[in-house]
Each structure stands twice: as C-alpha cells, then as structure tokens.
C-alpha cells in the first residue's frame, strides 16, 4: 500500500490539495495488486502501431559508418511486445548507436527500423518518435537537480510541455494520482518533497524511469541501469524493471553480468555492430564465440 506519509503530507503540496480517491474501486485495486504494473501507467492505445503478429520493433539490415568506421554492420533485431531484452556486448559493440538509431538521434546509411508495422522510425525525427511511445534512458541521470521529486516527475507528464503551459498548469485529481502511483512504484513514495539532488545515485536512477513512465511509453531503452549502485539498489532495480514487463517492452544495455542474470529472458550479444549470439542466458554463456569476444576465455 502506498505510505501513509505521503497521502497525509502531500495534501500540502503547493499546487492544490489532493483529490479525493477513496471512492474509487480502479485506484483501490491498483494499489493492491502486486502482481502487475498499475493500470494508468499502461501505454495508450495507438492504433498506428500494428502489434498483431506480437512484434513491436523492427531492426532490419541496418549498417552506419562513421568515418569509414562502420558500427553497425547489418544488424537485425526484433523485440516483441512486453518483452524484457538484455543488450551485452564489449565496448565498442554499437550499443549505443543502435539505441541512437532507433530514437533519431542518427541515421543509418541503409536498413529499416520500425515500431509495430506502420511506423517507420527512419522517417521520424526525435521528439516523433518520442511521441510515438519510445522513451530512452541514458547512462547517467538527466533529473532536475534542483527541482522536487515531485516536481521532475510533474514536468515530465505527458502532455503540453509550453513554457507558458506550465507556469499556468494545476493537476487534475487523475494527474495527482498518476504522480502519487509512479512514487510508490519507484520506491521515492516518502522522498517526494526532497530535491533531486539529494538523492543517491540509485534513487536519481528510479526517478529518470519514473519520468520516462510519466510519458507512457511503449518502449523503454535503458542504457547500464545499474552502474555505481550498491548490491541493495540493484536487486530493487530488477524488481522495478521486471515489474514493468508485460506492460512495456523494455531493452536494457547493461555490462554488470549478475544483474543481466538476475531480470534476462532472452539475450542479444552485439559484436562489431552486428549480432553475435541471441538466446537464453545459459546458452549464451556456454558459447563459445561470445566467450572469445566478450567473456575473455
């Protein structure tokens, strides 16, 4: 259940007084259920990305060189709707060009890229395909040092970002709500008047996922989620990431190999921008290839 501290505080937040949720058997139930993510946090439905064949994204032949360096080197990946996909590689790999491409950050010099079957992302610029329902996470943590919990998951919400839009904006009760339900789900339920800044690093990391499930995101690509955290911060970030399955498709980039074995289903090794290996963890260990390249035996 969500903390009694933040029902009974959050009643004082600036922005208006909190609306009154007890009558609602939706919210109720969402705060009980353990067993999935909370309804609201489930991304719209949008009719443009066709996931009949349960297939959401789409890398297909795809190579881009940079100074006659070519990072990617035909590269083909798919990852189904609701899926939890681990990303390895050594440095180097692509890794991170491939999250480049698929948020528009860089184009290919040939290959498709799709979400769903009608989507071509290669013809989207970024905040397109932002929009569209593909939210990226990087390495480091991109909060507002200066701003409240609350208040970078405020300015985060989907919606009208206008400068002038959010000096003038007062949360509705639903909005109040999905603020409240993303603080529990990522753990900062009684840190939400804190300052960003304060934070510890794991806790700056749960928020940025916090702000990108503000945006209700299909897909989450998230680059070395763990990275500098303690063992504790690590086991709740796989929780938090396997909570969110099912609901999202997710594709974490990630070196520490305990935590790859701790959330994987299926695993992609990436070696000089292209495909190595796909698979169960266990298979992908006992290759030999992925031994040679990644692994050092």
């Avoid at 990431?241 to 994987?264: K, N, Q, T």
Wanted: with cysteine; net charge negative; hydrophobic share 40%.
């Amino acid at each position: 259940m969500m903390s009694r501290t933040l029902w009974s505080e959050a009643i004082n937040h600036p922005k208006e007084q909190l609306p009154d949720v007890r009558g609602s058997h939706e919210f109720i139930n969402d705060l009980t259920r353990r067993d999935q993510v909370f309804s609201f946090l489930k991304p719209p439905f949008n009719p443009k990305v066709d996931v009949k064949n349960n297939m959401l994204l789409y890398v297909e032949g795809v190579s881009v060189s940079f100074d006659g360096f070519k990072a990617i080197n035909d590269l083909n990946l798919y990852i189904k709707e609701g899926e939890l996909r681990c990303v390895i590689g050594p440095n180097g790999a692509g890794k991170t060009t491939m999250m480049d491409i698929i948020t528009g950050k860089t184009k290919p010099d040939q290959g498709e890229v799709w979400l769903g079957q009608q989507l071509n992302l290669l013809k989207m610029d970024e905040a397109q395909i932002a929009n569209a329902g593909i939210g990226r996470k990087f390495q480091k943590p991109t909060v507002f040092e200066a701003l409240t919990v609350w208040e970078n998951l405020e300015l985060a919400m989907a919606g009208d970002k206008g400068t002038w839009h959010l000096f003038r904006a007062v949360l509705s009760s639903d909005q109040k709500c999905d603020i409240m339900q993303v603080l529990e789900l990522i753990g900062l339920d009684t840190h939400y008047k804190m300052q960003a800044g304060k934070l510890s690093h794991g806790q700056k990391q749960w928020l940025e996922i916090g702000m990108l499930l503000m945006q209700k995101p299909r897909l989450l690509l998230v680059d070395e989620p763990v990275a500098g955290m303690t063992h504790q911060e690590m086991d709740r970030t796989a929780e938090l990431l396997l909570s969110l399955a099912g609901s999202h498709s997710i594709m974490v980039v990630e070196h520490d190999m305990d935590f790859v074995r701790s959330i994987a289903s299926t695993v992609t090794v990436l070696h000089q921008g292209h495909v190595l290996a796909e698979g169960k963890m266990k298979d992908i260990q006992d290759d030999p290839r992925v031994r040679e390249v990644y692994l050092g035996q």
